[in-house]
Structure formats: structure tokens, C-alpha cells
């Protein structure tokens, strides 16, 4: 494990636990990835490191709260970067060294978030049309960061063909790290992933690239390395489906058995994500919507009809969820049933839980 982090950041990236095997990094996600569920995700096999959702930054903007415990109550064991979206040059400096007062692992840049609230302010995957004013952006938040600067980006706006143009800056800007989701900012979260761009990426800076979208299971995992010689695999959606991805991912690359979860481990998950997501003071309906932003996910996975789903999305609050999750998971022979690798084709999360950003 990487040491205890100085007051400026580290210097060098957290060490792989096996050189024979990929980074592996939670992907931020917007009101998903808090203190409480990088604890579940530690609990199931932890990856490498974590990265906070996003905080938002303009002239008054503050550091928000609840992201901020992400870090400074961070107890998984794993080191975590703090991400930035925004356009404005000072305040995003401004930002940059308040966040270096807190155990952060690196700074880390979002060039990617497609949200058109987001991007019509110019910021995250809107900053993808703006190449003039990314190059002075990372010139001034590599001055202001003496650790670890990271950039996670899409791979273009409408298409790729500003994107070795992009390439050349992250060079330019001795960028330590790229994450790269291999879509561009109009394809949202279900065009195919071009792991061919992955690849041009890696081959072309000089740093390592992480890379990201739809990496569904570990086999998937070792034909994107394969596919883009990638350094790092940085996962999403798929581990709030599959908690255990980042554990089965390690255990592939060493050549070990993979663990398989039953239909009971997936009961046990969904008590501990009630246990560290829910606030106390949500009502049982407040309580039922935070849970199934998850659930929609988890239920991609557990059976090919999307019964699960389709139940769980009509309870109306905590109890009658949980009792949905018991019939669906545990009750008759379900419990020792094995748990989907992959999501079930046609199965499919609700759209709007993953375009939920906002700034
Ligand atoms: C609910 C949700 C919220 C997200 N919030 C962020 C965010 O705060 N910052 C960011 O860089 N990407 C965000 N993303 C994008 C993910 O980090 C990731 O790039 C994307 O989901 C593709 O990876 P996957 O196929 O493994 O999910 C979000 C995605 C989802 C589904």
C-alpha cells in the first residue's frame, strides 16, 4: 500500500499490488461513489484506488462536504484523488490548493462528463470543444499541483478528431496519469466503446492511461488490456452491479480461482449498502429512491427476464423493497443460485441514473 500521503501530494503513483497485473480504480460517480459505498466496495475486494465525484468549481463555489468526507474519512486503505470540474482558471487553482490541505492522492481533472446542464457551461465534456483554453487549464493546474495531476477524459465532443490534439496537451502538460472513456461526449453512456482510441491514447502520451467504459467482468478486463495495452482498468456501473469485480479482476490476472458470488452474497450487499448510503433521517420513500439507483444496476445481473427489476422498481418504500429483494434473491433454491458475471443483454439500468450530473 502507498504510504501515508504528504501535505503537497505524492510523487509517484500508488504501487501496483503485482506488476503482472493492471491498476484497478473505482470510477467517480455523482451522488453513487460517497464515503459509505467506497467502505461497501473495500468490504467486497477494494481496487487500487478511489477517485470523489466531482466538486464543482466557480467564483463561489466551497469545497462540498459530503465529498470532502470522502477523503478526509477515508478508512477502505486505498488512497483517493480528488476531481475537479470547472472552467475558471483561478477558482480552479484556488480549488487545487485547498484540496492539497487534505490527505489527497493527486489532483484529478474532468474532461468528460456529459450532462448538457454541464457541458453548455463549458465544462467537463464541454471543455472538448475548447482546445485553446485545455491547454492553458492544464498548464495552470500542473503549476498549482506539485503531486499527482490526472486528467479523465472522453475521447472528443461530436467525434474523435480533435483527440490527438488533446493527446499532445496531456504530453505537453507532463499530465502523470490518464483515464480515458472511450466515448465521446455525444455518446453518452451507451454508444460502443472505441478501445481502439484506448489504445492510440496509450501509445501516444507519456504517462500511463487507464482505461474506461464498459468493462463488464474480469474476462472483459483482460481482453481490454489486450485490446488497448492499457495500464490501469477504471470501472463503473459494473461494480455497482458487481461489488466483487475489482477482487475477481485481481484473482484473474494471478492466475487464481475467481470468486463467484450467489444470489445470497447479493442480499448480503444490498443490506450493506442500506446500512452506508441511507441517511437516517430519509424518509422510508426518500430511503426506497437512494437504494434503487443502486438496485437498477444490481438488477441488470440477477435475472434474464429483469423480474428483479421490474419489482424492486415498483415498491414504494424500504420495507416492501427489501421484501422484493428477499423473494428475488433468497427465497426457494435462489440463494445458492451463482450471480451473473455479465449483465443479462436487454436487461438494462434506467437511462436517467446515468446522466445525473448537475453543477
Ligand atoms: C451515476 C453516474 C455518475 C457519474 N459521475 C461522474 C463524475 O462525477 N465524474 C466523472 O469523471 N465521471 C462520472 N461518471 C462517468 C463514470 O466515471 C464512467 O466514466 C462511466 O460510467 C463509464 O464507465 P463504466 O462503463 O464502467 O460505467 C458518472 C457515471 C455515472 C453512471
Same mark, same amino acid.
Given at each position: ?105 493527486? @489532483? ?18 464541454? &471543455? ?36 490527438? %490534439? ?48 464498459? @468493462? ?23 461494480? @455497482? ?39 437516517? %433521517? ?43 429483494? %428477499?423473494?428475488?434473491? &433468497? ?29
Amino acid at each position: 500500500m502507498p504510504a501515508a500521503v504528504a501535505a503537497d501530494g505524492p510523487s509517484a503513483l500508488p504501487s501496483p499490488f503485482s506488476a503482472s497485473r493492471p491498476w484497478t480504480v473505482l470510477a467517480p460517480m455523482q451522488d453513487v461513489t460517497n464515503l459509505g459505498f467506497l467502505r461497501v466496495i473495500a468490504r467486497c475486494g477494494a481496487p487500487d484506488w478511489f477517485v470523489t465525484e466531482f466538486f464543482r468549481v466557480h467564483a463561489t463555489s466551497t469545497l462540498e462536504k459530503h465529498i470532502l468526507a470522502s477523503i478526509t474519512e477515508n478508512t477502505t486503505g486505498r488512497p483517493i484523488f480528488a476531481q475537479l470540474i470547472g472552467e475558471d482558471i483561478p477558482h480552479m487553482v484556488r480549488t487545487v490548493r485547498q484540496l492539497l490541505q487534505f490527505p489527497v492522492a493527486g @489532483i484529478d481533472l474532468n474532461l468528460g462528463c456529459p450532462a448538457p446542464k454541464v457541458y453548455r457551461k463549458n465544462v467537463g465534456g464541454g &471543455l472538448l470543444r475548447d482546445l485553446a483554453h485545455v491547454d492553458q487549464l492544464l498548464a495552470a493546474l500542473r503549476a498549482a499541483t506539485p503531486g499527482l495531476f490526472t486528467v479523465k477524459m472522453r475521447i472528443g465532443f461530436d467525434d474523435t478528431a480533435a483527440f490527438p %490534439d488533446f493527446l499532445a496537451l496531456m504530453r505537453q502538460h507532463r499530465v502523470d496519469l490518464l483515464s480515458v472513456h472511450g466515448r465521446t461526449v455525444k455518446g453518452l453512456y451507451r454508444s460502443p466503446v472505441d478501445y481502439a482510441a484506448i489504445a492510440q491514447a496509450a501509445q501516444s502520451v507519456a504517462c500511463p492511461v487507464v482505461a474506461n467504459g464498459d @468493462i463488464t467482468s474480469a474476462a472483459k478486463a483482460q481482453t481490454v488490456v489486450a485490446q488497448t495495452g492499457c495500464a490501469g482498468l477504471m470501472i463503473g456501473r459494473h461494480a @455497482i452491479r458487481n461489488p466483487w469485480i475489482f477482487r475477481q479482476i485481481h484473482e484473474a490476472f494471478a492466475g487464481e480461482k475467481i470468486f463467484q458470488p450467489t444470489l445470497s452474497d447479493v442480499r448480503s450487499y444490498i443490506d450493506d449498502l442500506a446500512a452506508n448510503v441511507l441517511a437516517p %433521517d430519509m424518509t422510508p420513500l426518500r430511503q426506497a429512491a437512494r437504494l434503487k439507483k443502486f438496485l437498477n444496476f444490481v438488477g441488470t445481473g440477477v435475472d434474464p427476464e429483469g423480474n428483479f427489476l421490474a419489482a424492486m422498481r415498483r415498491a414504494p418504500d424500504l420495507p416492501e423493497l427489501l421484501r422484493v429483494c %428477499d423473494a428475488h434473491l &433468497l427465497a426457494g433454491d435462489r440463494a445458492n443460485r451463482p450471480f451473473s458475471s455479465e449483465p443479462f443483454q436487454g436487461v438494462i439500468a434506467r437511462p436517467n441514473c446515468e446522466q445525473e450530473c448537475s453543477l
